[in-house]
């Protein structure tokens, strides 16, 4: 077995034009599928994929045809997961917590069909910062 290497961390700016390359077609639900003749990827599948990642079936189940990806550095990520500290990194966001609330609104925005295109902006204009508490109410 080969020992791993260290991964290209990819900037923002390289995330947002891979995803509006043209080259990825949007799924949901998972990182990576083969969908009958065609490859989809989540968001953040795109992310895993322009870092390097190798692709394996998560499943022998000939229904299941999701992937796990295998980082350079030999962490794998399951299908249905998350890459926190690869996303942390391309990021630059000190916080855990934070990277996991930002991860949840991607996935949230890929599965409710945002377009590439769209998430593209909201990563180059960081809006994914705003704060999604109410305002304070008055009593």
Same mark, same amino acid.
């Given at each position: ?7 290209? @961390?990819?900037?923002?700016?390289? $995330?947002?034009?891979? /995803?509006?390359?043209? !080259? ?5 639900? #998972? =990182?990576?599928?083969?969908?009958? #003749?065609?490859?989809?990827?989540? #968001?953040?599948?795109?992310? =895993?994929? @322009?870092?390097?990642? %190798? $692709?394996?079936?998560?499943? !022998?189940? /000939? ?20 890459? @926190? ?8 966001? %000190? ?9 949840? @609104?991607? *996935?949230? =925005? ?8 769209? *998430?593209?902006? *909201? =990563?180059?204009? !960081? ?13």
């Amino acid at each position: 077995m080969s020992s791993p290497v260290e991964m290209k @961390i990819p900037t923002v700016e390289e $995330w947002a034009t891979a /995803l509006e390359s043209g !080259k990825y077609i949007q799924g949901t639900g #998972c =990182l990576r599928r083969h969908e009958g #003749c065609s490859l989809t990827h989540c #968001c953040l599948g795109v992310l =895993l994929d @322009i870092a390097g990642s %190798k $692709w394996t079936r998560e499943n !022998k189940n /000939l229904n299941d045809f999701s992937e796990n990806a295998i980082l350079p550095d030999g962490t794998e990520i399951s299908s249905s997961g998350s890459p @926190i500290v690869l996303l942390q990194n391309v990021l630059d966001i %000190k916080s855990r917590m934070e990277t996991i609330n930002i991860s949840n @609104i991607l *996935i949230n =925005l890929n599965d409710c069909e945002t377009p590439f295109s769209e *998430i593209a902006k *909201i =990563l180059r204009n !960081k809006t994914y910062f705003q704060s999604t508490n109410p305002p304070d109410q008055e009593s």
